[in-house]
């Protein structure tokens, strides 16, 4: 879920892979910074380990437990994605930066993945107009999470029992088999769903202030 936010998301955003570096940025994430994707992902690719602001020991500490389901928020008034990778040097975005979200995430090529959202001074004003941002993602937090724990305990069952069955196929018509093979699918489809809340629910949890690492 947190990597198709990241695609079609107005914040600029990315994912990481778990060496640190870009496997995919949206729209806003080039034209914020003014990207120059042939230096972005070329042979000196960016790495977010090598960006200066990451390397500070604090911030680089709470990144590497991004990769291990905590999601973080940092305080990142004037940071300043690295000259190198921005077309035509760097100019200064027009809507200031104020935090720097990673949540956990899971894609296709690389299941321990990072979502990285820059959050601009105008997306923190909608927050603050919306009402109490703490107490909405704490709610709709543990909705989500009562809800996967509910549906996952029966979801559990089904499949276990289907493997079962299908363990033992031979003895079984072939109609039987398919049906279950059915059953299975649609079943780890469900659950592949509950997952993706529960990168919904780490997305929600890093927007609060709990996890905020302040700059020097």
Request: hydrophobic fraction near 35%; include cysteine.
């Given at each position: 879920m947190a990597h198709r936010l990241c695609q079609f998301s107005t914040l600029p955003s990315i994912i990481l892979s778990s060496e640190g570096v870009i496997l995919q940025h949206n729209r806003a994430f080039a034209?914020?910074?003014?990207?120059?994707?042939?230096?972005?992902?070329?042979?000196?690719?960016?790495?977010?380990?090598n960006d200066p602001f990451f390397r500070r020991k604090d911030r680089h500490t709470a990144l590497q437990k991004a990769f291990s389901?905590?999601?973080?928020?940092?305080?990142?008034?004037?940071?300043?994605?690295?000259?190198?990778?921005?077309?035509?040097?760097?100019?200064?975005?027009?809507?200031?930066?104020?935090?720097i979200f990673t949540v956990p995430c899971a894609v296709e090529q690389c299941p321990a993945a990072v979502a990285v959202y820059y959050q601009t001074e105008a997306s923190a004003?909608?927050?603050?107009?919306g009402g109490d941002p703490c107490e909405k993602v704490a709610s709709l937090t543990a909705a989500l999470s009562d809800l996967r724990h509910e549906i996952s305990n029966p979801l559990l069952l089904i499949i276990g029992h289907a493997q079962l069955?299908?363990?033992?196929?031979?003895?079984?018509?072939?109609?039987?088999?398919?049906?279950?093979?059915?059953?299975?699918?649609?079943?780890?489809?469900i659950r592949g769903l509950l997952l993706e809340r529960q990168e919904m629910g780490a997305l929600l949890q890093a927007s609060d202030e709990y996890n905020l690492i302040e700059q020097a």
């Open positions: 034209e914020y910074w003014n990207i120059d994707p042939s230096k972005l992902l070329g042979p000196n690719k960016y790495n977010i380990y389901n905590a999601p973080a928020k940092f305080d990142a008034s004037g940071y300043q994605f690295p000259a190198e990778y921005c077309q035509g040097g760097h100019e200064a975005p027009e809507r200031q930066l104020t935090a004003l909608l927050s603050v107009n069955l299908l363990a033992k196929s031979d003895r079984l018509p072939a109609e039987a088999v398919k049906k279950l093979e059915k059953i299975l699918n649609n079943a780890e489809k």
